[in-house]
Every structure is written in C-alpha cells, then in structure tokens.
C-alpha cells in the first residue's frame, strides 16, 4: 500500500500561483509514475499533469499545457504540480495518484482544494 498525502491548495486569484506537493508512503517512489488530476463539481475527472518513472518523461493536458509544471524529487518521495497564471476553469480539487512502473494508478490522495476567483 501506498499513501499519499496532498498539501498546498487554496483559495488565489486568477493570474496566481500555487504549487501543490505530494508525499508518497513508500521506499520505492522511484519506480512509481506520478500524476495529478483535478475534479470539479459535476464534471468528470480530468488527468492534468503526469511524470514517468523511468525517464522522468511529461504529460500535460491541453487544458494546462504552458502553465503546469509536474517534478518529481525521489529523494523527498515528493512530486510537485507549479501552476502558474491559475485561471477560474482551474478550479477543483486536486488529487495526486500513483501507479507502479507502468500499471494503471492505483493509489490516490485525499485532494486538496484549489479554487481560482476572477
């Protein structure tokens, strides 16, 4: 099992920044690939942001491509979500997930609550 702990939501104005930070519960975070998804109120979830386990390789949905920035730091067993010029459609809570190697994600966070005022 692994756990994974959100933090650094908030309430910001559009044009912001945040980064939101996730521990994971596990000596092998390295072999883990690495994703945020948000989703907002009667919406589906949308997968925002991933990072490969092997060759630290991005993803990025349209939706945040140029204003997202996913990192990983295995030594903190930590993955970053930068979100720069926050916009209000980027409100939603914010969930981290893990996936070994290259399985599906399997383990999520709690989520943190990011919300953007215009």
């Known amino acids: 099992q692994v756990q994974l702990v959100e933090s650094g939501g908030g309430l910001v104005q559009a044009g912001d920044s945040l980064r939101l930070s996730c521990v994971a519960s596990?000596?092998?975070?390295?072999?883990?690939?690495m994703g945020w998804f948000r989703q907002a109120p009667e919406k589906e979830r949308e997968y925002v942001a991933g990072i490969h386990w092997d060759d630290d390789t991005e993803y990025y949905a349209n939706s945040v491509k140029g204003r997202f920035s996913i990192s990983r730091d295995n030594a903190k067993n930590t993955v970053y979500l930068q979100m720069n010029n926050l916009k209000p459609e980027d409100t939603a809570v914010y969930y981290c997930?893990?996936?070994?190697?290259?399985?599906?994600?399997?383990?999520w966070g709690q989520g943190t609550q990011v919300t953007v005022s215009s």
């Open positions: 997930a893990a996936a070994y190697r290259d399985l599906q994600f399997d383990y």
């Open positions: 596990t000596v092998t975070f390295s072999r883990y690939r």
